[in-house]
C-alpha cells in the first residue's frame, strides 16, 4: 500500500504570501494525485487533479505540480479564504490513500 | 447542478446497526463511482471503498474492509454505507463523494455535505 506524507503538517503565514504544500508518495503514483481543500465544519473540496490541473471554479493562485513521487500545492498570495486544511489524495489503484494534511493558518 | 445529499446525523449505542445515505442529483447515477471518506473527531480523510451503481462493482480499503457494507440502489439514485454491530471508534463524520466518471482511477469531484454518526453508551 502506498502511504503519502505531507510536510509540513503547519504552516502559519500571512495573507498575501506564497505557500509552498509538499506531497511525496512512498513509490510511484505517476500523476495520479488530487488536492482538496477542507475549511472548519465543510466537506472537502477538490483544488487540482492529474497533479497540475485546476478543478472548474479555482482560482488561478493555486497551482500543482511533480509527478512520480514527489508533488507541490502553491498558493501563489494568501487570501484570507485560503486559510484551511489541504490534503493530497492518489487515485491510481485501490486504496486510494489520502495525506495526514497541511493546515495553513494565519501568523 | 450535481448534488449529492446525505442522510441526517445519527447517534447510536455500541451493538446497534446502522445504514446511512447519500442521494445524488443532476446526474446519471448509475453511471458514475460514488465513494465513501471516513474523518475522525480532528483527524484526517480516509478512503473507505467506493461503488460503481450501475453493477455494483465495490472496491474496499484493506482498513474497512469486513466492517462495513457499501451499496447502492440505481433506481432512486442512492448510495449507502451500513455497519452491522457499531463500536465508538465508528463515531466520525462520513462523507460520500463522486468520481467524475465512469472509470475508477480518478478523483473525487463532488462531495456530500456530510452525515456525522455518534456512537456512545
Known amino acids: 500500500e502506498i502511504v503519502l506524507t505531507q510536510s509540513p503538517g503547519t504552516l502559519s503565514l500571512s495573507p498575501g504570501e506564497r505557500a509552498t504544500l509538499s506531497c511525496r508518495a512512498s513509490?510511484?503514483?505517476?500523476?495520479?494525485l488530487a488536492w482538496y481543500q477542507q475549511k472548519p465544519g465543510q466537506a472537502p473540496r477538490l483544488l487540482i487533479y492529474s497533479a497540475s490541473a485546476r478543478a472548474t471554479g479555482v482560482p488561478d493562485r493555486f497551482s500543482g505540480s511533480g509527478s512520480g513521487t514527489d508533488f507541490t500545492l502553491i498558493i501563489s498570495r494568501l487570501e484570507p479564504e485560503d486559510f484551511a486544511v489541504y490534503y493530497c489524495q492518489l487515485y491510481g489503484g485501490s486504496p486510494k490513500t489520502f495525506g495526514q494534511g497541511t493546515k495553513v493558518d494565519i501568523k | 447542478e450535481v448534488q449529492l445529499v446525505q442522510s441526517e446525523a445519527e447517534v447510536k449505542e455500541p451493538g446497534e446497526s446502522l445504514k446511512i445515505s447519500c442521494k445524488g442529483s443532476g446526474y446519471v447515477f448509475a453511471n458514475y463511482w460514488v465513494g465513501w471518506v471516513r474523518q475522525m473527531p480532528g483527524k484526517g480523510l480516509e478512503w473507505m471503498g467506493i461503488i460503481y451503481p450501475g453493477d455494483s462493482d465495490t472496491r474496499y480499503s484493506p482498513s474497512f474492509q469486513g466492517r462495513v457494507t457499501i451499496s447502492a440502489d440505481q433506481s432512486i439514485g442512492t448510495a449507502y454505507l451500513q455497519w452491522s454491530s457499531l463500536k465508538t471508534s465508528d463515531t466520525a463524520m462520513y462523507y460520500c463523494a463522486r468520481h467524475p466518471s465512469g472509470y475508477d482511477l480518478t478523483w473525487f469531484d463532488s462531495w456530500g455535505q456530510g452525515t456525522l454518526v455518534i456512537v456512545s453508551s
Open positions: 513509490q510511484s503514483v505517476n500523476n495520479y
